[in-house]
């Protein structure tokens, strides 16, 4: 139904369920703490009000990827530890230092920047040395650690760095008995004694992210880092979903109905016409495209949910827009479209989007555009 309120398409985020999917996570983890990761705008979320929900339900630690998202969790009053883990040369160290975030260091130039950092600044920074395990990407290859392990004691000792966490990553944690996953811990506990012979007795040493979390209670450590899960998608669907999980989502994508009309059968709908219709029948038009984060490769497989019906998308996903055929269903102009939502009322959910456009539904949620207010549902009264 129409409201007059609601937007063309809207992001529903219920902080209640990132509040009880925090909790979920620290039951599993338990003894281990649970850091809320809130990297890209908490996965299309929302950042500081998802951060905020998640310290609320008792995450002790908050994750960002890139320093500026760290520095904006402080600039809005987060005040608990801060890990941020993906550094350029030339990323702002003094201000992360000031701040009071944990700087992850993955190689000998990143030590450096930030030792220099700590000289002109003052303060010593807290830093956590990552190893690449196993995964291939970021973090500093066993060849590498003894001496990126040394000169971090050098530094601690100088009273420059105090090195709060030795880290690391998963390649295969949606699989848990993928081989590589038994070959990370044991290297992990490589670089852990290496670290721990050299004298490091870091406040957190961490490997889980949320499906380790979820799967591996052999690599919770002190702390697991926990995404996807956080915002109560399953982040091992063929593992289970999210309600096997204990975890409920907590975005529902929501346009409404700007046309509904008549059309004859065999009328081409939408760019290329790779759609036609077969019979006499009323076309819904939906103001919501790939501007906004709907995948084009959703053109006539993307599910919609429409007053208790399901359709799927008739024809090419366009920048703004796309269309529904709504056969015999007597929908009107401002009704609700829902794109994905939890699914209890048998609306399609991030994971059917997925799975429907070939991708992963850390990519549906996360690429909800700026264009797309979100709407919290649910903050709590205290924060
Ligand atoms: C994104 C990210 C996470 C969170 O992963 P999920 O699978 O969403 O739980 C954890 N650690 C690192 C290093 C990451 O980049």
């Known amino acids: 139904m129409s409201t007059g309120e609601q937007a063309r398409l809207e992001a529903r985020i219920d902080l209640a369920a990132v509040r009880s999917n925090v909790r979920r996570m620290r039951e599993v983890a338990g003894p281990a703490q649970v850091m809320a990761v809130v990297k890209a705008d908490a996965y299309g979320h929302g950042m500081v009000p998802c951060a905020r929900a998640a310290v609320e339900a008792g995450a002790t630690w908050l994750g960002t990827a890139l320093p500026e998202e760290a520095l904006a969790l402080r600039a809005a009053g987060?005040?608990?530890?801060?890990?941020?883990?993906?550094?350029?040369?030339?990323?702002?160290?003094?201000?992360?230092?000031?701040?009071?975030?944990?700087?992850?260091?993955?190689?000998?130039?990143?030590?450096?920047?930030?030792?220099?950092?700590?000289?002109?600044?003052?303060?010593?920074?807290?830093?956590?040395?990552?190893?690449?395990?196993?995964?291939?990407?970021?973090?500093?290859?066993?060849?590498?650690?003894?001496?990126?392990?040394?000169?971090?004691?050098?530094?601690?000792?100088?009273?420059?760095?105090t090195v709060t966490g030795l880290w690391s990553h998963f390649a295969c944690a949606d699989e848990p008995t993928h081989p590589s996953v038994a070959a990370q811990l044991t290297a992990y506990r490589e670089a852990l004694e290496i670290a721990e012979r050299a004298g490091l007795r870091p406040e957190v040493r961490h490997i889980a992210n949320s499906p380790a979390a979820l799967l591996l209670p052999e690599s919770h450590y002190d702390l697991v880092r926990s995404g996807l899960a956080t915002y109560g998608v399953s982040p091992a669907p063929e593992e289970g979903s999210a309600a096997d999980f204990g975890l409920r989502p907590a975005m529902t994508l929501v346009g409404r109905l700007a046309l509904v009309k008549l059309v004859e059968s065999g009328h081409g709908v939408s760019y290329g016409h790779t759609y036609h219709t077969t019979r006499r029948t009323r076309l819904g038009l939906v103001p919501a495209g790939y501007a906004d984060g709907i995948p084009r490769a959703a053109s006539s497989c993307g599910p919609v949910w429409i007053d208790g019906v399901r359709h799927t998308i008739a024809g090419r996903v366009a920048m703004d827009q796309f269309v529904v055929d709504l056969g015999d269903q007597e929908a009107g102009v401002g009704d609700e479209v829902v794109l994905f939502g939890p699914g209890d009322r048998g609306e399609p959910t991030a994971q059917d989007w997925a799975e429907k456009t070939g991708t992963i539904a850390y990519e549906i949620v996360t690429r909800i555009g700026p264009r797309v207010p979100r709407v919290y549902l649910n903050a709590s009264a205290v924060l």
């Not at 220099?116 to 690449?132: N, Y």
């Open 78 to 161: 987060l005040s608990v530890p801060i890990l941020t883990w993906l550094h350029a040369p030339g990323d702002p160290f003094r201000e992360l230092i000031a701040a009071d975030v944990d700087v992850s260091i993955s190689g000998l130039w990143a030590l450096g920047e930030v030792v220099e950092a700590v000289r002109a600044g003052g303060r010593p920074a807290r830093i956590q040395l990552k190893a690449d395990t196993g995964l291939g990407r970021n973090g500093a290859q066993p060849h590498d650690w003894p001496l990126l392990v040394e000169e971090a004691v050098k530094a601690q000792k100088d009273g420059l760095v």
